[in-house]
């Protein structure tokens, strides 16, 4: 995925899959200047991680 999809996937008031690894997360988060987000997965609220953006993908 791209800076500026991760971007609106976190503006958007709609719900989009995205996926990390082959599971789904929210992205809380994105650091525009280490091009990372900070997700978590989304059964498991408790568990955030900074990926790379590159590393999500739209489900």
């Known amino acids: ?3 500026e999809r991760a971007q609106s996937i976190l ?16 992205i809380h988060d994105i650091d525009t200047s280490n091009r990372t987000a ?7 609220e408790d ?3 900074t990926v790379e ?3 999500l993908q739209e489900g």
């Open 11 to 26: 503006e958007s008031p709609e719900k989009i899959t995205v996926l990390f690894r082959e599971e789904a997360v929210w």
């Open 38 to 44: 900070t997700v978590h997965f989304e059964n498991n």
């Open 1 to 3: 995925m791209d800076m």
């Open 47 to 49: 568990n955030l991680q």
């Open 53 to 55: 953006v590159t590393q």
